[in-house]
């Protein structure tokens, strides 16, 4: 028999024992009337009522330490002889473990290493921990348990609660930076009868009730563009998208996404939006702009860099391809093995930006004037005669996109084409292009007004701004491969 058998056995073994005295290991309530936080600041002697889960034990006969850890911090607790009654003590030493919850009733003292406690006049088991918690001093190490058993990975590492306290404040800094710019918060649906909005192969489920196919919102943009048309004029969500794709510290196929429209703007605008939103929540959570993260000190400060995606090829990988026709980008590409999603000049031009410039743009860049293959959704370039690029901008910083944003195309019939295209995409086997939404089309013919959108990866700004690794350190519950056991394999 293992270690943590024998402790699991020993446990069960107390929980009959408690049954037996008809002492209810699991009660009902405790009227916890103080937080540890409060319980530190207290004065000495101050009676406190609280409650937790206790995290170590030390036991020296006559006087007994642990810890009582709350969603505060922790604390110790203390039993002696003569000042804890004798049935507490000996209840603590007789059925009391590391991982059990208890409610304590007692006073504010400084133990003689000065140690600011509380020293126990009253305990109520809560619950009764069946397994062991980790090692106290080697924690929880292994970063796939961390993931998969989060729960632990809280109780263990007290850091990573803060990442996810911080998270939590850093979506209220946004939203809190958008209403004072009077945009309406709305929701939209994330099981839709057509996806669209982004190139993402989308999650397909089924809805009995109708006997119909339904999928998982890659994106809310074309919900929140028909609210644009039914006439607000600014509108955000912070929302899930689901993208059936790949898994890397950047990706996770579920994840949270600030998108918001605005009539009458267009992708200028955007952008100053944009970077005053984020750096206005770098000095909220950090109280500075600049943050270290993988050895770079990254600076959010106003106003940030703007170079096109064109320019951003010619200095990072020597190649201008304003001057290269169709054939002459095909001979770099196929020289350079490059994969690309298309064939043509623009799509050439998207996959030597990904191969050769977004891994070197470190600083708050935006990556402007996008070509045209590159989205069906946006307003072609006001200064482009050519007709070859768009009126899009990508954010980028520490070697990935941050975001999307475009002046939005409005043109009913130019949108109608563009989608066409893409439905006929879609019937040739490319999953990731966008089906034709005929009740989206018939908003735009309506009228939408000039209007400017962007998208914001929440969960990518979080890691930056909490100087985290990876998308699963700022997820609660990232997506893991299920575990099998030796018995099903």
Known sequence: MSREDEIIKERLKKLEELKKHKINPYPHNFEK??????????KLKTKVATAGRIITIRDFGKISF???QDSN???????QEKETPKEHHEFFKKYIDTGDFVGIQGQIIKTKTGEISILVKKLELLSKSILPLPDKWHGLQDKEERYRKRYLDLIMNPQVKKVFEKRSKIIDIIKEFLKKQNFLEVEIPALQTLYGGAEARPFKTHLNSLNINLYLSISPELY???LIVGGYEKVFTICKNFRNEGIDK????????LELYQAYADYNDMMKLFENLVEYTAKQINKTTKVNIQGQEIDFKTPWKR????????????????????KELKKIIDKEKIQVKGHSWGYYVAALFEHFCEAKIIQPTFIIDHPLETTPLCKMHRKDPECRLIERFEPFCLG??????????NDPIKQRELLEQQQQLLIKGKEEANPLDEDFLNALEHGMPPT???????????ILLTQQSSIKDVILFPFMKPEVSEEKK
Not at 307 to 326: G, N, P, R, Y
Not at 452 to 462: H, M, Q, S, V
Request: aromatic content about 6%; glycine content about 6%; charged content about 30%.
């Open 73 to 79: 911090g922790e604390m110790q607790i203390v039993f």
């Open 224 to 226: 929140l563009k028909r």
């Open 33 to 42: 009337k103080n937080s540890l936080n409060e319980c530190k600041k207290s």
């Open 307 to 326: 170079i096109t995606m064109s320019d951003a090829i010619k200095q990072f990988a020597k190649v201008d391809v304003k001057k290269l026709s169709e």
């Open 250 to 257: 950047w990706h996770n196929p579920e994840f949270t996404m």
């Open 66 to 68: 642990a810890k009582i």
């Open 452 to 462: 400017g959108g962007l998208a914001l990866g929440i969960d990518r700004l979080i």
């Open 400 to 409: 990935t996109e941050l975001g999307n944003a475009y002046s939005e195309l």
